[in-house]
C-alpha cells in the first residue's frame, strides 16, 4: 500500500478506536506526520499523562511506551514494534544497581528516563536531558547514584555541588560522535553554532556553544541569528530542521549518529498496531507504582 493510503486507513482507525499516536522527533518523516504530538522525552511523557484517549500507539522505544503506561495505566499503551528498545536502558538491570545502592547506602538515585519500569521504580526521581540539572539540585541528598548515563551525569555533575556516582551506560547514537569529526566541520563552517545533546561525550561536549535536549536544540535553531549549525545529536533532526528553515542551513555532527530502533517504527507497523491493537506494553502494578512515585516527582520539576 502507497504511504498516503495507510496515512489514511490509520486516521480513520485513531478515530474508532480513539487513540493517539504520540511520536519522538528521531522517529521517521512519515510516523511523525501522522502522529497526534512529536516531542522530546519530557514532553512525550507530559502528553500521556494529559491526553483523553483510551488509546496511546507510541511511535517510539521500549521504555517511553512503559513510561506512558506507568503514568497513565487506564489507557491501552501499544508499541508497534515490540523490539524497538533501547541499548543504554539494557545497561542498567535492578540486580546491579542494588548492589551500587548498598555501596552508597547516603545517596538517592536520579534514573534518566531511558531505563526500564523495574530500573525506575529502584529510583528515587527520574529526570530527562531537558530537566537532569534541575532535578538533581532538587534532592536533599548530597551523594546521587545517576543512571544509567554517564555521559550526562558528568555533564550535570559541572553543574551541582553534589557528589555524582556515575553509571558506565551511554547511547552509541551520541557516543558515535567525535570530538575531531566536530573540530573538522567546524573549520568547514567557521561561523556555524555547534548545538549538542548532553549524551555526547565530554570532549565533544566541550566544543559545544549550547548542551540541550533534544527540544532545546530545536528552538535554540529557531530562535538563534546564526544561519549555520551543527547538530549534535540523532540525524533525523537535522533532516527536519533543514525542512523547517530553509534560510538557515544544518550540518550532522556524525553521518553515524543514528538510531536504529527509533527507525524501526514504520507506518505499516502502525496500522497493524491499530488494526490488533498490538503490542500492549503493561507494567506488573508492584513495580508500576513505585515507578510512578519516580515519574512524577520528576514531573512536577520544571524543563527547558
Ligand atoms: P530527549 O528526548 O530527552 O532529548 O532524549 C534523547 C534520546 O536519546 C531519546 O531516546
Ligand atoms: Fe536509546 Fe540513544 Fe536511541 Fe535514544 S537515541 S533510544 S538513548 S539508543
Redesign the pocket.
Known amino acids: 500500500m502507497e504511504d498516503q493510503l495507510i496515512a489514511e486507513e490509520i486516521k480513520k482507525l485513531k478515530k474508532e478506536r480513539n487513540a493517539i499516536i504520540l511520536a519522538?522527533?528521531?522517529t521517521r518523516r512519515e510516523v511523525r506526520e501522522v502522529a497526534d504530538f512529536v516531542?522530546?522525552?519530557?514532553s512525550?511523557c507530559r502528553e500521556a499523562v494529559n491526553s483523553k484517549a483510551e488509546v496511546i500507539v507510541f511511535a517510539?522505544?521500549h521504555f517511553?511506551a512503559e513510561s506512558a503506561s506507568i503514568l497513565s495505566p487506564e489507557k491501552l499503551v501499544l508499541l508497534p514494534v515490540p523490539d524497538a528498545g533501547?541499548p543504554?536502558a539494557d545497561m542498567v538491570t535492578v540486580k546491579a544497581l542494588r548492589e551500587e545502592k548498598e555501596k552508597h547506602p547516603e545517596a538517592a538515585v536520579v534514573c534518566y528516563?531511558?531505563s526500564s519500569a523495574a530500573v525506575k521504580a529502584e529510583s528515587d526521581i527520574c529526570c530527562?536531558?531537558?530537566n537532569a540539572i534541575n532535578v538533581v539540585n532538587s534532592v536533599e541528598n548530597r551523594e546521587i547514584i545517576f543512571v544509567p548515563d554517564k555521559n550526562l551525569g558528568a555533564f550535570v555533575a559541572l553543574h551541582t555541588e553534589k557528589k555524582i556516582h556515575l553509571w558506565p551506560g551511554f547511547?552509541h547514537?551520541?557516543e558515535n560522535i567525535g570530538d575531531e569529526e566536530i573540530k573538522e566541520l567546524k573549520k568547514m563552517h567557521p561561523g556555524a553554532e555547534f548545538l549538542a545533546?548532553p549524551?555526547c561525550r565530554p570532549e565533544v561536549l566541550n566544543l559545544a556553544d549550547h548542551i540541550l535536549?533534544?527540544?532545546?536544540i530545536i528552538k535554540e535553531a529557531e530562535k538563534s541569528d546564526s544561519t549555520e549549525f551543527i547538530i549534535g545529536?540523532?540525524k533525523e533532526i537535522v533532516k527536519n530542521l533543514n525542512r523547517k528553515y530553509p534560510d538557515k542551513k544544518f550540518y550532522p555532527a556524525s553521518e553515524k549518529a543514528f538510531?536504529y530502533n527509533?527507525k524501526k517504527i514504520t507506518l505499516e507497523s502502525i496500522l497493524n498496531s491499530l488494526q490488533n491493537m498490538e503490542y500492549e506494553v503493561h507494567v506488573p502494578e508492584h513495580i508500576r507504582v513505585k515507578a510512578k512515585k519516580a515519574l512524577d516527582r520528576m514531573l512536577e520539576i520544571r524543563g527547558n
Request: glycine letters at 10%; one cysteine or more; a negative charge.
Open positions: 519522538h522527533f528521531y516531542g522530546d522525552s519530557l512525550l517510539g522505544v517511553m533501547c543504554m528516563v531511558n530527562t536531558s531537558a547511547c547514537v551520541h545533546h549524551e535536549s533534544t527540544s532545546g545529536t540523532e538510531c527509533m
